[in-house]
């Protein structure tokens, strides 16, 4: 057992950790930070390949929100990129706009439809479901079978192992349907990537002569006696040695190409596979990044149900066993759980460091009392 000196322990330098450890340095709190990789950044860490292309070794990470605080906070570590994120699905060999818009409507069936002609198609084509429960519905509910059937149902059993009618509807949700042309993956008000990259971020935000961080430390080999706070950003029921069993996450395989010598290999970041192969998608770097190079790198993303936690599986089951963590967690008085792990939520970045924010600001009032 080794000793870390410092009274606050923050386990994890992802969103969550280096947002929470960042925030209680600054209240002149004395933090020390590990992670059990050897890295900072969590999942949202990034790298220059073997060929130099900035690539994240995670899967694609593309930076979005509505919140002005966390736009303000974030804004304080890094410089940004202005990019809006485009995706395409390829249904039949044919590439299609993804989400759903009116373009995508006209291409598929060769119409020709304005935006209340796809309003009207839409409202034909649609199955109302009430009450909307699950992601089958939610898909049912706004587009009907047809569109199910080519973009969302595959999909869905192949990313996460399971029929999207065995899924909470928040999981389907997160994409939109457009009687509009917009062909843009997300809306929010501040979309950008930070300029130097995610892991030149997580640094300047963890360069703060309150705190120390530790890679290569896991948890497991510290001695707790030494803190008199621990905020945890790992998988809640690994805290508890899984005592009521395992919460299910999804994982992903990735596999990582550079191609050289080619200017472009898709037209945009981000290109679906619904129907086709084992991998759900191929994402390019350099849309994301607007990095020249002579070549150029992709990952492919394989879902599996081994490896590392990177999903949360949204379920009715699943929340209940989280409920009964939960309720160990909240008799916790010197631990806090945060990030997209610790509190098994389909959080976005932009929402961990939201609730991190949030968590900081309870333990600054909790440890002042
Ligand atoms: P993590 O980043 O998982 O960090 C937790 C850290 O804790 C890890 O580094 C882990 O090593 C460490 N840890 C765990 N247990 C221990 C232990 N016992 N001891 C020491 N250390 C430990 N969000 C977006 O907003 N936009 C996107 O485009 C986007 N794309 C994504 C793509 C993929 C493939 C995935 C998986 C997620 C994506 N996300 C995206 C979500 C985003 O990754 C998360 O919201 C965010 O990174 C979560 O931060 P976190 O700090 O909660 O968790
Ligand atoms: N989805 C789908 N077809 C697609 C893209 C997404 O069916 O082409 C569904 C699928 O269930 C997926 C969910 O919508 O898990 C959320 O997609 P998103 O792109 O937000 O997933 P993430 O980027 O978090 O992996």
């Given at each position: 057992m080794s000793m870390l000196h410092g009274r606050i322990l923050i386990v994890g330098a992802g969103f969550a950790g280096s947002t929470v450890a960042r925030a209680l340095a600054e209240a002149s709190h004395t933090v020390q930070v590990i992670d059990?990789?050897?890295?900072?950044?969590?999942?949202a860490f990034d790298e220059a390949d073997a060929h130099g292309v900035l690539v994240h070794r995670y899967g694609p990470h593309i930076f979005h929100t509505n919140s002005e605080k966390v736009w303000e906070f974030l804004s304080r570590f890094t410089e940004w990129r202005p990019y809006e994120h485009r995706v395409q699905c390829v249904v039949a060999g044919q590439r299609y706009p993804f989400p759903i818009n009116r373009n995508t409507l006209n291409q598929l069936y060769g119409l020709n439809l304005d935006e209340a002609g796809a309003a009207a198609f839409f409202e034909r084509v649609r199955e109302a479901?009430?009450?909307?429960?699950t992601s089958e519905d939610v898909v049912l509910n706004s587009v009907g079978r047809d569109l199910y059937e080519k973009f969302f149902l595959h999909y869905t059993r192949k990313q996460?192992?399971?029929?999207?009618?065995?899924?909470?509807?928040?999981v389907a949700a997160r994409i939109p349907t457009r009687t509009?042309?917009?062909?843009?993956?997300f809306t929010d008000r501040f979309q950008a990537m930070p300029l130097g990259g995610y892991t030149r971020m997580f640094q300047n935000m963890l360069d703060h002569p309150n705190l120390t961080v530790r890679t290569?430390?896991?948890?497991?080999?510290?001695?707790?006696?030494?803190?008199s706070h621990i905020v945890y950003t790992g998988p809640i029921d690994a805290f508890y040695?899984?005592?009521?069993?395992a919460l299910p996450y999804r994982s992903l395989r990735f596999e990582h190409e550079h191609v050289p010598?080619?200017?472009?290999?898709?037209?945009?970041?981000t290109v679906n596979?619904?129907?086709?192969?084992?991998?759900t998608r191929i994402t390019e770097f350099r849309h994301l990044t607007g990095q020249m190079h002579s070549g150029t790198s992709i990952v492919r993303e394989y879902p599996t149900?081994?490896?590392?936690?990177?999903y949360p599986i949204p379920r009715d089951e699943n929340e209940v066993l989280l409920k009964q963590y939960e309720a160990l967690a909240a008799r916790e008085e010197n631990v806090t759980f945060v990030g997209r792990l610790a509190q098994y939520r389909y959080y976005n970045m932009d929402q961990v460091v939201a609730a991190a924010l949030v968590a900081a600001q309870r333990i600054c009032e909790r440890l002042r009392q």
């Open positions: 059990r990789r050897a890295h900072v950044g969590g999942n479901r009430d009450p909307v429960r996460w192992g399971m029929e999207p009618s065995q899924l909470k509807a928040g509009n042309t917009d062909d843009r993956y290569g430390t896991d948890f497991a080999d510290l001695d707790r006696s030494a803190f040695g899984q005592c009521y069993g010598n080619v200017a472009q290999y898709q037209p945009v970041g596979y619904p129907n086709d192969h084992a991998y149900g081994e490896g590392d936690p990177y």
